[in-house]
């Protein structure tokens, strides 16, 4: 048996301004929608990950989701346009990744990260 896919779920009365963060915004596709779910994913293949963490590094809270893009300062131009606050960076870790934390429409910290 293998994993294929891990999804997130987060509830939500407000499907819409979820779709306008993650997929006006981050640019996701919108693999499903039925109304009461929408699915925001890429229709490319995405590597299969879960991570725990007892913080998120350099002193940060766990964030509840970590998205990796090909241009995270891009990326951060798009959310400040948006209007969402950043709340962390950006910051280039010395683990190797340059990132920033973001919260979506719906409370979820959201660490949007590239790999230097």
């Not at 939500?12 to 109304?35: C, E, H, N, P, W």
Request: negative net charge.
């Amino acid at each position: 048996m293998k994993v294929r896919r891990i999804v997130a779920n987060i509830a939500t009365s407000d499907i819409a301004a979820a779709k306008r963060f993650y997929q006006d915004v981050l640019g996701l596709d919108l693999l499903m929608d039925l109304g009461w779910i929408a699915t925001c994913g890429s229709a490319e293949t995405m590597t299969v990950q879960v991570s725990f963490m007892t913080e998120g590094g350099s002193g940060t809270p766990v964030p509840d989701l970590s998205i990796e893009v090909d241009d995270v300062d891009a990326a951060l131009q798009g959310m400040k346009q948006a209007g969402f606050a950043i709340e962390y960076g950006p910051a280039d870790e010395p683990w190797g990744v340059r990132r920033f934390y973001v919260r979506d429409p719906l409370g979820r910290l959201v660490n949007i990260l590239s790999h230097r």
